[in-house]
């Protein structure tokens, strides 16, 4: 079956601008969860949303940092004004329930020159 | 703050071998662990996971162990194959988190045929 589906893979962005990435969850789960991945480094959570709502959004860096989720079903990360440091893999997760096993993305590499 | 970490960061081992990949934890309210394998270009890969109140728990080929004591966290793999060559990460969840995941920084695991 599918899995858990983002896009675009690949972001080449300039300083300034604003990219969306969206996330397109496993059919049927309800939970749905991104985290950054720098370089080198592990998994940092961003935020989870379980149906639209977002009850945990503390691991937003900034207020550059915003997510939405339709539907319950796709979700769209946007980051206003890139910067350097915004530059990672960028993965989504969804679970059928929040407790529930999550899984993963291949993720969307994001490269700010 | 709390964290999840691993004592090392590289591990080369031979095909056939045995491999343990360790992790610390902080947290001595977390509840549930896992580890995840990443393999290049793709987002991480459940293996296997353990509740706090378990001290082990075994899958196929794979062995994880929990000490709470001295909040240490290890994963073992029998017969390493070069199919297992990735990075492992393991990751903590607290249990009135939802199901945000707190992951280790990864240890990358190296097979020689």
């Known amino acids: 079956g599918a899995g858990v589906s983002q896009s675009p893979s690949n972001k080449v962005t300039e300083k300034g601008k604003d990219v969306e990435l969206r996330c397109d969850p496993i059919?049927?789960?309800?939970?749905l969860y991104w985290y950054r991945q720098r370089l080198g480094q592990g998994l940092e959570f961003l935020i989870y949303?379980?149906?639209?709502?977002?009850?945990?959004k503390s691991g937003l860096p900034s207020d550059r940092f915003s997510a939405e989720r339709t539907g319950e079903s796709v979700s769209t990360l946007t980051i206003q004004r890139t910067q350097q440091e915004d530059s990672a893999v960028y993965l989504c997760?969804?679970?059928?329930?929040?407790?529930?096993?999550?899984?993963f993305g291949p993720g969307t590499r994001l490269t700010v020159l | 703050g709390e964290s999840v970490g691993l004592h090392l960061p590289t591990l080369s081992v031979q095909e056939g071998d045995n491999s343990i990949i360790n992790c610390a934890y902080s947290n001595s309210a977390s509840d549930y662990f896992i580890w995840y394998k990443q393999e290049s270009g793709k987002g991480p890969q459940f293996i296997i996971d353990?509740?706090?109140?378990?001290d082990k728990r075994q899958g196929q080929r794979v062995t994880v162990l929990l000490n709470k004591t001295v909040k240490h966290l290890s994963l073992q793999i029998a017969a390493t194959q070069p199919g297992d060559s990735a990075v492992y990460f393991c990751?903590?969840?607290?249990?009135?988190?939802?199901?945000?995941?707190?992951f280790g920084q990864g240890t990358e695991l190296s097979v020689k045929p």
């Open positions: 997760a969804s679970s059928f329930w929040s407790y529930n096993e999550q899984f």
């Open positions: 990751a903590e969840r607290h249990g009135n988190q939802g199901g945000k995941l707190i």
């Open positions: 059919s049927g789960h309800t939970a």
């Open positions: 949303f379980q149906g639209n709502s977002a009850p945990d």
């Open positions: 353990i509740r706090s109140n378990m």
